[in-house]
C-alpha cells in the first residue's frame, strides 16, 4: 500500500469513524475532508524552494440537508475537519500564512451529495518575518543588520563565555538572509560547519560556543476574512460524492 493509499484510509478513519452510522446518503465528514485536501493541493503556491503557501481559509458549501445534518455534529466536526487538514498540510510540507478556518454554509443551490469548496490564502496579504529562537526565547529580526554576541551592545545578547562581544551578524533583505562572522575569536559554525559568511536558509542553526541559535522564517499576516463569493468563471468546482467525480463549475 502507497503512502497517499495510507493517508487515505488514516483520514477515513479519523474522520468518518465516530459519524458513519449517522449517515445513509448525501454527504459525510470523509467526503469534506477529501474535498478539502483537494483544494488545498490544487491551490498550493510555491514561493520559493523552502516555502510552499497554501489556502487556510476554507468555506464548504453544502445542499440545505446536508448542512443540516453535518451541523447536527457541532463542534466535534469542526474539531476532526481542523486536524485532518492540518496533518495533511503539515505532511505536505505546506505553509499556512495563519490560523486554518473552516466553515460550512447551507446553498440552495447544489442538490443533496454535492459540495462545493471556496478557498483563500489569507487573501494574499502575507509577509515573511524572520526570527531567532535561543533557549527557549524569540528574537525578531527588525532591522537590515542584527549583531549578536557576548556585549550589551549587541542586539541579541549570548551569555557565553566562547563568545566575543560583537561575534557574528544576520544580514536580512525581508527575503533572503545571510550569517556573517565578525572575527570572533573562536568562529561561526553553521550547520555544524566553520563559516566566515553564508547564505542562512529557514531553519538553519548558527552555533556561537556552545550556544545555538536557530534562524526561522515565518509567515505573517492580517487574519484572513472569508472568500468572497465564486465568479462565474471561477474554477472551484461541485463534488459528486455519489459519482465521486468532480463536476462543472456551478453558475
Known amino acids: 500500500m502507497g503512502l497517499l493509499d495510507s493517508f487515505e484510509k488514516g483520514l477515513e478513519r479519523a474522520v468518518n469513524g465516530a459519524f458513519a452510522k449517522t449517515f445513509r446518503s448525501g454527504i459525510e465528514p470523509v467526503d469534506i475532508a477529501s474535498a478539502l485536501r483537494s483544494d488545498m493541493d490544487k491551490k498550493a503556491a510555491i514561493v520559493s524552494r523552502e516555502r510552499i503557501l497554501a489556502p487556510n481559509a476554507f468555506v464548504v458549501h453544502l445542499s440545505p440537508s446536508d448542512e443540516e445534518r453535518m451541523s447536527a455534529l457541532g463542534t466535534p466536526l469542526q474539531a476532526e475537519l481542523r486536524e485532518v487538514i492540518t496533518t495533511h498540510a503539515r505532511t505536505q510540507g505546506y505553509t499556512l500564512p495563519s490560523a486554518l478556518t473552516i466553515s460550512l454554509v447551507s446553498d440552495d443551490r447544489l442538490s443533496t451529495g454535492t459540495l462545493r469548496v471556496e478557498s483563500q490564502i489569507a487573501e494574499g496579504r502575507v509577509s515573511w518575518q524572520a526570527v531567532v529562537d535561543v533557549a527557549?526565547?524569540?528574537?525578531?529580526?527588525?532591522?537590515?543588520?542584527?549583531?549578536?554576541?557576548?556585549?550589551?551592545?549587541?542586539?541579541?545578547?549570548?551569555?557565553?563565555?566562547?563568545?566575543?562581544?560583537?561575534?557574528?551578524e544576520i544580514l536580512w533583505d525581508g527575503e533572503r538572509a545571510m550569517v556573517r562572522d565578525l572575527g570572533s575569536t573562536n568562529g561561526t559554525k553553521l550547520a555544524g560547519r566553520k563559516i566566515s559568511e553564508a547564505a542562512l536558509p529557514s531553519d538553519a542553526t548558527i552555533s556561537i560556543g556552545n550556544t545555538n541559535l536557530v534562524f526561522r522564517v515565518i509567515a505573517s499576516t492580517e487574519a484572513p476574512r472569508r472568500p468572497a463569493p465564486a465568479a462565474a468563471d471561477d474554477t472551484t468546482r461541485a463534488f459528486d460524492v455519489r459519482g465521486d467525480n468532480w463536476g462543472s463549475p456551478l453558475s
Open 136 to 168: 527557549g526565547r524569540r528574537y525578531p529580526i527588525a532591522g537590515a543588520r542584527t549583531v549578536i554576541g557576548r556585549g550589551s551592545d549587541a542586539d541579541i545578547t549570548i551569555s557565553d563565555a566562547g563568545a566575543s562581544r560583537t561575534h557574528a
